[in-house]
């Protein structure tokens, strides 16, 4: 339950920056025009709405949560993982292309959620990569990146 | 008579091969999503779009509709066969779907769920067929301001009936509010929040938050903990006795109705109405002592309600261009992305578009029927994929189907960003539909007001001489005052995938 009030706390104070700092980019928008609201108008309202609810949900009486919000270890690290493989696909598949980067991102994931049959692990990210990569082109027409190597 | 002729003839045009193909596709990739559990239906929509961008724009709507309906369908089967819901809807019929299973009656109970679902199913799109005209007609005689009113409706009912509070929907609505503002400003063009990022300049797209909010949010809270799977033993015959068809008659009925009343209104989300049909019918059984332990009336009543649900939904999105769920919202973005907008419009525009897809709709829950049975075996046999293989997959996919859709970096790094965000916000208990939901409301309740004020010169007494939009501005306010009244809930509505 801990865990869960400091994250709370923090998602409050995250919400509120977040607020502020756009009802104040909204306020150098014009709020009102001749003819009714300006480009800053919603976004002024909204940005206060949430600021209000965000401050209202510190004092919310807590309900009690469905799951143990305090991660075990080993969920936290696999999560870290995984978001880790998907932020270097976003660097490489450019320079990299498609296949092979999609075939680094499979087989990272599935070692680390605990698959440990490597012929298995080949073969799921093989075709998982290259597989998806014909279907896409040959079949969908869909240009995926073919990296610098042109592979 | 008039709807009956132009229902003949959208089955003129959902007969043709081709869109029959596409349809019966569409099913069977709904059922398939339904069934793995991992990638709700929004996710699963939104993924999907990219796949339909060599289609025309009415093949790429039947076949992303019939994924939508199909899935409703398949997360039956997993909550039946292994306790474990394929997609939140599908929750409640874990209670006696699987116990019926253990007795060796998963037959049965697979079997209700299919013919009840296609009986709600039917009806909703039977009453889509007889208010399709006359709303649609009605709201081409209303003005932006009462588009404006009834939009601010819609984003009360979002934010008062999703999620565990008032206060909790309120901040994930005006979250999406937001993030709808951004790009260029509709009517003087200047940019707002792009941050100077051309990727910007349109806003976010729908699939990238989608997906990433709802696929991977999802995925990376299903990490944290060990996944392990169950398999009943035999499903045995797909045929009920006279005893169970008889007891599931009414059951069936008030399903139906359950799950097409709530269906209409925005915000309220699939779980509810299976939650509402099985405590219904708990409460009216003369043997409640039974449910939990096998009561075919457990499987019957919320299957039901909840195709009726998902059918019944599509009717503000046809009418009045409102998003009533999630993954309507998505389908809506869609319609967009292919130049469709739906609303009262589209009946007078594209008449192929909406009464094709509404004589499919008719289709497909035939097809799910006919489809759905004898395939429990190979969707059995794909429950045994090892969770690793079905994440690195869906992980993969979303990579891909996210990229396809403009050729862009920036999307899949959007959808991961949403993805944190998706997690984050489960992890707080943050509903998720509204957010969702008022990326659609937000730009149409912003264009009504902008049109509204234009007609009125800047005059916003304007609205003083609409009664129509005070008398809603009125409910939006009661709507807000009784969410706020009744606290948080142990129960959340509305916060679930569809």
Redo the contacts between chains.
């Keep these: 339950m801990r865990s869960v009030v400091t994250l709370k706390h923090a998602a409050v104070l995250a919400l509120v920056v977040l607020g502020i700092y756009i009802g104040v980019e909204a306020s150098k928008l014009r709020i009102l025009l001749a003819i009714g609201p300006g480009a800053g108008f919603f976004p002024l309202i909204f940005a206060a709405v949430l600021v209000i609810a965000s401050i209202s949900y510190l004092f919310e009486r807590p309900v009690a949560p469905s799951e143990v919000a305090t991660p075990a270890i080993w969920g936290s690290s696999r999560l870290l993982v995984v978001l880790a493989a998907l932020a270097s696909v976003v660097v490489l598949i450019n320079p990299l292309g498609f296949r092979f980067t999609s075939l680094g991102l499979q087989i990272v994931v599935l070692v680390a959620l605990g698959m440990r049959n490597i012929p298995l692990i080949l073969v799921t990210a093989f075709v998982g990569s290259f597989g998806i990569y014909s279907l896409f082109d040959e079949v969908l027409n869909v240009r995926l990146p073919i990296g610098m190597f042109g592979l | 008579m008039e709807a009956l002729q132009l229902l003949l003839y959208g089955f003129t045009v959902a007969l043709q091969p081709d869109n029959l193909l596409i349809a019966f596709i569409g099913c069977l990739a709904g059922t398939l999503v339904g069934v793995l559990p991992g990638v709700g239906p929004v996710a699963a929509v939104a993924l999907l779009i ?2 339909t ?2 289609l025309t724009p009415l093949q790429g709507i039947v076949m992303l509709a019939a994924i939508y309906y199909g899935t409703q369908y398949g997360g039956t089967i997993t909550s039946v066969l292994i306790n474990v819901p394929g997609e939140s809807a599908s929750a409640v019929t874990c209670l006696d779907g699987y116990p019926m299973a253990r007795k060796g009656r998963a037959g049965a109970a697979l079997a209700i769920a299919a013919i009840g679902s296609f009986i709600g199913g039917t009806v909703a799109t039977m009453a889509l067929v007889l208010v399709a005209l006359p709303v649609s007609a009605l709201a081409l005689k209303i003005g932006p301001a009462e588009f404006f009113a009834l939009t601010v409706v819609g984003l009360s009912l979002v934010a008062g009936l999703a999620g ?2 008032l ?2 929907g ?2 994930t609505a ?2 999406g ?2 993030v709808a ?1 951004i790009g260029l ?1 509709p ?2 063009g ?1 940019p ?2 792009s941050f100077g990022r051309p990727e910007l300049l349109d806003g976010f797209g729908v699939v990238p938050i989608a997906v990433g909010l709802f696929g ?1 949010g999802e ?2 809270a299903n ?3 060990k996944v392990t799977t169950a398999y009943a033993s035999r499903i045995g015959p797909l045929m009920m006795s006279r005893e169970e068809a008889r007891a599931s008659v009414g059951p069936v009925a008030r399903g139906t109705a359950i799950g097409f009343s709530l269906g209409l209104i925005p915000g309220i989300g699939s779980v509810a109405p299976t939650f509402i049909s099985y405590a219904i019918e708990r409460r009216l059984s003369k043997t409640p002592h039974r449910f939990g332990q096998g009561a075919i009336e457990g499987v019957a009543a919320p299957e039901t309600a909840n195709n009726a649900f998902a059918n019944a939904a599509l009717i503000p999105m046809f009418t009045l261009g409102i998003p009533s769920s999630p993954t309507v919202a998505v389908l809506m973005g869609a319609f967009l992305m292919n130049g469709l907008t739906p609303g009262p419009f589209l009946f007078k525009e594209h008449p192929d578009v909406a009464w094709g897809l509404i004589a499919s709709l008719y289709i497909g829950n035939v097809i799910l029927l006919i489809l759905n049975l004898p395939l429990i075996p190979i969707w059995v046999r794909l429950l045994r994929t ?4 079905m ?3 869906i ?3 979303s ?2 189907g996210t ?2 859709i403009s ?1 862009s ?1 920036f999307d ?2 959007a959808m ?1 960003g949403w ?2 965000v998706g ?2 916000l489960k ?3 943050f509903p998720l539909a509204p957010l969702m939901l008022t990326l659609i409301l ?1 730009p149409l ?2 264009r009504n ?2 049109s ?3 007609l ?3 005059d916003w007494a304007f609205f003083l001489e609409r009664p129509a939009a005070l008398v809603l501005f009125a409910l939006a306010a009661v709507i807000l005052f009784v969410s706020a009244r009744r ?4 129960v959340p509505l509305g916060d679930s995938g569809a």
């Design positions: 990219p796949f961008a060599a565990k509070s206060v909790r309120l901040i005006s979250l509010l937001l503002m400003d009517a003087q200047v707002r929040f991977l995925i990376f990490l944290e903990k090892p969770y690793p293989i994440v690195s997959t992980l993969v996919l990579v891909v990229y396809a050729g970096v899949v790094a991961i993805g944190v997690y984050t992890k707080l208990e937000g309740m912003e007001l902008r509204t004020m234009q009125a010169g800047g606290g948080p809930k142990t």
